[in-house]
């Protein structure tokens, strides 16, 4: 399904009653474009989901390489401080998205 079609899909509950773009905001619509090979707007839709879906695509590579060679599965270990830094990342990508400044990274 187009995420861009109408009554599909349903809208952001935190977006419906605030208005405020939460940081997956444009995550499925940014999802459908990189899917499709449109770059541009798939960082238009949401940057943060399009650094997800990079760093998840070069840990799928590591593991394929390390498959094929018969070494170990690589493990993706995350210490405290890992969670923290997502989650500021997070938070300041959500305040900077709905200020005037930061326009540009709405959806």
């Known amino acids: 399904m187009n995420p861009y079609e109408p009554g599909h899909y349903p809208v952001c509950p935190l977006f419906r009653l605030t208005g ?12 459908h474009a990189f899917a499709h090979g449109d770059l541009v707007t798939a960082i238009g839709a949401n940057a943060l989901a399009v650094a997800g879906y990079f760093f998840f695509a070069g840990f799928m590579v ?3 390489v390390r498959a094929h060679r018969g070494g170990r599965a690589p493990r993706l270990v995350m210490k ?18 709905n200020l005037p400044m930061g326009s540009f990274l709405a959806p």
């Open 20 to 31: 405020v773009l939460c940081p997956g905001c444009g995550g499925l619509r940014s999802a």
């Open 62 to 64: 590591l593991w394929l």
């Open 80 to 97: 405290p401080v890992h969670w923290w830094v997502i989650g500021v990342v997070a938070l300041v990508f959500s305040v900077v998205r």
